[in-house]
């Protein structure tokens, strides 16, 4: 069984019709982590929980019961969004031993409508990175070619949906980190609006910037998802009452007349040319499903990179400040004083790159340096979200690239922090802004790995881009499978 060949709807068919039982999709999933163990993308794996919840749909199915919208589905969550009783690590040795005591609100409605979760997965430590090379648990391999890495910071729930190891998985995405990911592994990643999705539940990286979403095969499964885990949630004061609309239901509809904006700012210099040209193909095929193409401007572009990187490592480094030892996680030996335990616990539990946006926010936010630096940002996000405002004005949703090439080799960027940085040069504008995002695969390099398109649309237009990728995808066709880790047993 390939988990890859059923969408949500057909895996919830097949199983109320009783030609599939839910035990024996969830083992395949088992099975399949157990075989790929090597791409490091799972870290907790939930085998007997999942098949005990298992169990209960079969039990259901078998009694004619109306099955829940998500039965059947398996599902991966990464590891900075907690689960009660189930560890998790936000991929960081500070946390190497924290079980939490609640479930997140996004998990808890997947589980409500039938999703079983199957494992948690690999990411960089607080979800900062481009690459899953930050894990203290190690790096997470792509398995369209295993010497690369498959993106980050939600690389291993990125891996898991790729390699047929779930059916789908939740990711978070502060700068890019769900769609970067699923652009490197050929699969389809959605950053919705910030506020759509209640963030209760996940550790807390860019309060400001910080969002779950999904990855799957399909846009069509994508959608499902965020039909699920979509609405506002007590519990998260920034989560939106904007009501939620059939995401599902409004997919088959047609794009004529949408007006597609392209902008010269992520066509320029830096833009690997076989990315640019699989890119511009699949903008094209826009015209096929009777959709205009027209040219538009971001200008404030190629500030992002570094506004970002001020916003970000600042709300970081006040995040952070409660992993000191003290509440819980990891402790080091107690030394002369109450301040030395506080700098052995962080300099022993925080990896290279977290002490490196740890100081830089603090940095950032210290007196004589807030206005200059800080304020400053702010000032100038402001700015690119007037960009996407006027630009929406002119068009329905703007095509871009995901990142400026295909996957790189593991550690060629990681002692290069600035070159990695820019590798969300093309998708940290999308959080400064707030607007919702989605990737989709759009075709192959010459070295035969995945090319992502990115598209993104107004706040809580979650829908019209759904529907556009959805259409797209159908057009486009791409059905390859990663070669690098053999076939499904």
């Known amino acids: 069984m390939d988990l890859r060949e059923f969408s949500i709807k057909s895996l919830r068919e097949e199983l109320a019709a009783g030609r599939l039982k839910a035990s024996d999709v969830c083992r395949t999933a088992l099975e399949r982590m157990q075989q790929l163990a090597d791409l490091n993308a799972v870290l907790t794996v939930m085998s007997d929980s999942a098949l005990a919840r298992a169990d209960e749909l079969d039990l259901a199915a078998q009694r004619g019961d109306s099955l829940p919208p998500l039965a059947g589905t398996m599902l991966a969550v990464k590891d900075v969004i907690v689960i009660e009783g189930t560890r998790a690590t936000g991929g960081s040795r500070i946390l190497y031993n924290y079980i939490p005591p609640y479930t997140a609100t996004a998990v808890k409605k997947l589980e409500a409508a039938g999703a079983i979760v199957v494992g948690k997965t690999n990411c960089d430590e607080f979800a900062m990175g481009s690459s899953t090379e930050n894990s203290a648990y190690g790096t997470v391999k792509n398995p369209w070619d295993t010497a690369r890495v498959p993106g980050g910071s939600s690389g291993g729930s990125a891996v898991v949906v790729s390699a047929g190891m779930t059916t789908a998985s939740l990711g978070s995405d502060t700068g890019g980190s769900i769609r970067q990911p699923a652009g490197f592994c050929g699969v389809v990643g959605l950053k919705p609006t910030y506020g759509r999705v209640s963030r209760y539940g996940l550790m807390s990286y860019g309060s400001s910037l910080d969002h779950i979403g999904p990855f799957a095969n399909r846009v069509e499964d994508a959608a499902e998802i965020l039909k699920a885990i979509a609405g506002h949630d007590p519990c998260d004061s920034t989560s939106s009452r904007v009501p939620v609309p059939d995401y599902v239901a409004l997919l088959q509809e047609e794009l004529r007349g949408l007006k597609v904006g392209v902008p010269r700012e992520y066509f320029g210099e830096g833009l690997d040319p076989e990315v640019k040209t699989r890119v511009e193909a699949a903008i094209n095929k826009f015209e096929e499903l009777g959709a205009g193409i027209i040219d538009i401007s971001l200008p404030h572009t190629e500030y992002a990179v570094p506004v970002y990187y001020l916003i970000a490592t600042a709300e970081a480094s006040s995040n952070l400040a409660r992993y000191d030892g003290?509440?819980?996680?990891?402790?080091?030996?107690?030394?002369?004083?109450?301040?030395?335990?506080?700098?052995?616990?962080?300099?022993?539990?925080f990896g290279a790159e977290v002490k490196r946006r740890i100081m830089l926010g603090t940095y950032a936010l210290s007196a004589g340096y807030y206005d200059q630096y800080y304020g400053k940002a702010q000032k100038v996000r402001s700015l690119i979200d007037k960009d996407f405002?006027?630009?929406?004005?002119?068009?329905?949703?703007?095509?871009?690239?995901?990142?400026?090439?295909?996957?790189?080799?593991?550690?060629?960027?990681?002692?290069?922090?600035?070159?990695?940085?820019?590798?969300?040069?093309?998708?940290?504008?999308?959080?400064?802004?707030?607007?919702?995002?989605?990737?989709?695969?759009?075709?192959?390099?010459?070295?035969?790995l995945p090319i992502g398109i990115q598209l993104i649309g107004p706040h809580f237009e979650e829908a019209r881009l759904l529907t556009a990728a959805h259409n797209l995808e159908r057009v486009i066709g791409f059905n390859q499978r990663p070669s690098a880790i053999g076939k499904v047993s």
């Open 389 to 448: 405002r006027e630009a929406f004005s002119l068009c329905d949703i703007i095509a871009t690239p995901v990142a400026p090439t295909t996957a790189f080799e593991i550690g060629e960027l990681i002692d290069d922090p600035l070159k990695m940085y820019l590798q969300d040069i093309y998708t940290v504008t999308v959080n400064l802004a707030g607007v919702p995002a989605i990737v989709l695969p759009c075709g192959a390099s010459t070295a035969g």
């Open 326 to 349: 003290v509440r819980y996680g990891f402790r080091a030996e107690t030394g002369s004083s109450l301040r030395e335990m506080y700098c052995r616990t962080r300099d022993e539990g």
